[in-house]
Antibody
Framework: EVQLVQSGAEVKKPGESLNISCKGS????????IGWVRQMPGKGLEWMGI????????RYSPSFEGQVSISTDNSISTAYVQWSSLKASDTAIYFC???????????WGQGTLVTVSS | DIQMTQSPSSLSASVGDRVTITCRAS??????LNWYQQRPGKAPKLLIF???SLQSGVPSRFSGSGSGTDFTLTISSLQPEDFATYYC??????????FGQGTKLEIK
């Protein structure tokens, strides 16, 4: 069974750094693109970017380019999104997904709530 | 960027009603359109892919249609568990997707 299990909720202050993670299981992690989706409080879904674990090819949505960094550690089948300096506007739920292309996104992590507040 | 616009933004309906939600793309996307259901506090769930293909395990009361720029999601007979928010998503631009703003379906 394909599963994506994300790290737990985080509470951070503005300016702090953060990594959140997404561990894949039930499939060959290196063979599928992993994407990240943001959902701000009470708002819709926003595509952040995507990475291919096989060669670490990462692509970013223009709104997120330079704001976050996406990476993987294939030895532990885990993808990450990283912030070097958080802002209050980064407060959101972040979902990792396994890309399905034109077959849609069938696999989602459970979401990680990030709260940034002074 | 391809913009996706859903209508209506919210909708009130009763159990047993037939409901249609519309999604319009800012440029042609062929049939590269997927629909999701999100219940409060949960991750989205894939309902329909490639505009009209029903995802495995999804009840047949859900159906999708359309191509080019205009798409619809129809729920033929609303059930209590269908009250949720629905999103469309274009997968035409490889690896760089966009979602509609969502349609909240509420109980009348």
């Amino acid at each position: 069974e394909v599963q994506l299990v994300q790290s737990g909720a985080e509470v951070k202050k503005p300016g702090e750094s953060l990594n959140i993670s997404c561990k894949g299981s039930g499939y060959t992690f290196a063979n599928y693109w992993i994407g990240w989706v943001r959902q701000m409080p009470g708002k819709g879904l926003e595509w952040m970017g995507i990475i291919y674990p096989g060669d670490s090819d990462a692509r970013y949505s223009p709104s997120f380019e330079g704001q976050v960094s996406i990476s993987t550690d294939n030895s532990i089948s885990t993808a990450y999104v990283q912030w070097s300096s958080l802002k209050a506007s980064d407060t959101a739920i972040y979902f990792c997904v396994r890309d399905g292309g034109n077959s849609g996104i069938a696999y989602w992590g459970q979401g990680t709530l990030v709260t940034v507040s002074s | 960027d391809i913009q996706m616009t859903q209508s209506p933004s919210s909708l009130s309906a009763s159990v047993g009603d037939r409901v249609t939600i519309t999604c319009r793309a800012s440029q042609t996307i062929s049939t590269s359109l997927n629909w999701y259901q999100q219940r409060p506090g949960k991750a989205p769930k894939l309902l329909i892919f490639a505009a009209s293909s029903l995802q495995s395990g999804v009840p047949s009361r859900f159906s999708g249609s359309g191509s080019g720029t205009d798409f619809t999601l129809t729920i033929s007979s609303l059930q209590p568990e269908d009250f949720a928010t629905y999103y469309c998503q274009q997968s035409y631009t490889t690896l760089m997707y966009t979602f509609g703003q969502g349609t909240k379906l509420e109980i009348k």
